[in-house]
């Protein structure tokens, strides 16, 4: 018997990506994100996530 590791996105890939203090177009995504959320628009948020995302690779090394 084999033992198998399980598959899927961690936990961390649920988490909502965090802004870097002091970074302007971080701050500016977690404010719509947060705006989003505060009206129930999910879809709203998750682009906020995906955008915030790919500007933390491009700008912070992936911070």
């Known amino acids: 018997m084999t033992s198998r590791r399980p598959v899927g996105p961690s936990y961390e890939?649920?988490?909502p990506p965090a802004p870097v203090d002091?970074?302007?177009t971080c701050r500016g995504f977690a404010a719509?994100?947060?705006a989003a959320r505060?009206?129930?628009d999910y879809s709203a948020v998750s682009d906020s996530n995906v955008r915030l995302r790919?500007?933390?690779l491009d700008e912070h090394s992936g911070t």
């Open 13 to 15: 890939e649920y988490r």
């Open 32 to 34: 719509r994100r947060s």
């Open 54 to 56: 790919a500007h933390l």
């Open 22 to 24: 002091g970074c302007e």
């Open 38 to 40: 505060a009206e129930f």
